[in-house]
């Protein structure tokens, strides 16, 4: 039953985010759920979109319970991790 209001949500926020796709709100919504089904590739192509809109979301998304999973994911540590001017890391990441 979790399974099927899932993904439609994903579905709603699917439509949202192709109607608006600068709607930051629903590539967060898209990147919970994702996480939520074990979707780890639609999460993170959900979670890139979202930090080029809204990078200072990082830090909450890297401490969001609905990712606790990927926490050990090399990937999911890029994504999180806040880079500055000349790329370096400067936080995030779980060290």
Request: overall charge negative; charged content about 25%; some cysteine.
């Amino acid at each position: 039953m979790a399974g099927k209001v899932l993904a439609s949500a994903a579905g709603y926020f699917s439509v949202a985010v192709d109607i608006a796709p600068n709607f930051w709100e629903g590539w967060y919504g898209l990147a919970l759920i994702h996480s939520m089904m074990r979707r780890r590739e639609e999460c993170f192509s959900a979670l890139e979109k979202l930090f080029e809109l809204r990078a200072d979301m990082k830090e909450q998304v890297a401490s969001a319970e609905a990712f606790s999973w990927l926490r050990s994911d090399p990937e999911f540590l890029r994504l999180v991790a806040e880079r500055n001017d000349n790329g370096e890391r400067v936080a995030g990441g779980f060290d």
